[in-house]
C-alpha cells in the first residue's frame, strides 16, 4: 500500500490537533494549575528559609510580627501598608496606609490577611485561583501566583 502526501499530511495534522487539544487542556485544568502554584510557593518559601502555615483553603501565610488584640474579620475594613508582588520579583501594587474593604479583595487576599492582628507583618501567598485565575489583569498574568507583604496598622 503506497502513502500518499494528502493522507501524511491529514494525518499529520489531525495528530498535531489531538496533541494541542489535550496539550491546552492540562494547563487549563484546575487541578494540575493548583498543583503547580503549591509546589512553586513551597518552592519560594523554602528559597527564602521561610517558616509558614497552610491554610486549608491553599493560601500560604507568614507570620513575622504577631502584633496584638484580635483578628479582622472577613468583613472588616482594614488599614494597612503592604505590597504586591510576582514569584519573579515584579511588583504589581502597593500601598502606604491604605484601607481595604475585604470583601473588595482577592478571596486569598481576604483569607490570609484575617491571620494577622493590629500592628502584624508577614506574607501571603496566594494560589492563582484565589487570585486572578485565569484571567490577567494589568502587569499580572493570567494563572499567577500573588504575594503581598503587608504591615497592618488597624482594622473595623
Known amino acids: 500500500m503506497a502513502i500518499n502526501s494528502r ?3 491529514y494525518t499529520a495534522s ?5 496533541m494541542m487539544v489535550f496539550g491546552s487542556c ?5 487541578e494540575y494549575i493548583a498543583k503547580r502554584d503549591r509546589e512553586k510557593i513551597l518552592e519560594y518559601l523554602e ?3 521561610l517558616d509558614y502555615l497552610e491554610l486549608e483553603s491553599g493560601v ?7 502584633g496584638i488584640g484580635a483578628h ?10 503592604y505590597t504586591g508582588y510576582l514569584l519573579n520579583g515584579n511588583v504589581f501594587d502597593s500601598g502606604e496606609g491604605a484601607s481595604l474593604y475585604l470583601p473588595g479583595t482577592v478571596q486569598g487576599f481576604s483569607i490570609g490577611i ?9 506574607k501571603i501567598l496566594i ?6 485565575g485565569s484571567y490577567a489583569r494589568g502587569s499580572i498574568p493570567r494563572n499567577s501566583v500573588l504575594i503581598f507583604d503587608v504591615k497592618i496598622i488597624d482594622f473595623n
Open 7 to 9: 493522507n501524511l499530511i
Open 14 to 18: 489531525l495528530l498535531l490537533s489531538v
Open 26 to 30: 492540562r494547563r487549563d485544568d484546575p
Open 47 to 49: 528559597e527564602n528559609e
Open 60 to 66: 500560604f501565610v507568614v507570620i513575622e510580627e504577631e
Open 72 to 81: 479582622p474579620s472577613e468583613n472588616s475594613t482594614v488599614k494597612l501598608n
Open 114 to 122: 484575617r491571620q494577622f492582628r493590629r500592628s502584624g507583618e508577614g
Open 127 to 132: 494560589p492563582s485561583a484565589l487570585g486572578y
